[in-house]
């Protein structure tokens, strides 16, 4: 996985059907092959819906794997990379313990220096897209 600029934003659709602004800020960590990065999304009135931060990188077993706080769990929560090309990159997490039942996938789709990032989640059942903002880099 590689970005090739820091800044990101663009226009999306939440689990709500609200349009919103998504601004994605990523950074590469010093001498490993990872990235911190933070979104959110803001819908047109100013209002904050949604906020994040995490890194992107490989455990000590050489796995990929996508750590995130997002505002709306009561925890950090581990993605797994389970499918990947140049063009997509997906990353999927079921729940245990406080968080059982609850399974997400965050997915990048690249083209070109842009990407899309689609956000799978359900209480219960199969993730399915709920929200999805298409990233345009700024810088």
Known sequence: MQFNFRQYRGEG??????????RFKVAPVA???????RYTATLGD???????AGLIGQNENGQWILVSQMDE???VVTHGLVNHSA???????????????F?????????????????????????????????????
Not at 13 to 22: A, L
Request: proline content about 4%; overall charge negative; some cysteine.
């Open 87 to 101: 063009q997509e990159w997906k990353f999927a997490y079921r729940g245990q313990g406080s968080m059982a039942g």
């Open 46 to 52: 100013g209002n904050l819906v949604h906020e994040e």
């Open 13 to 22: 659709i939440n689990h709500e059907d609200q349009t919103f602004i998504g």
């Open 103 to 139: 399974n997400s996938e965050l997915v990048f789709l690249f083209s070109g220096d842009e990407f899309k990032l689609v956000h799978r989640w359900d209480m219960g059942q199969p993730a399915s897209d709920k929200s999805w903002c298409h990233l345009i880099p700024l810088d």
């Open 73 to 75: 769990l009561p925890c």
């Open 31 to 37: 001498k490993i092959q990872a990235f911190n990065y």
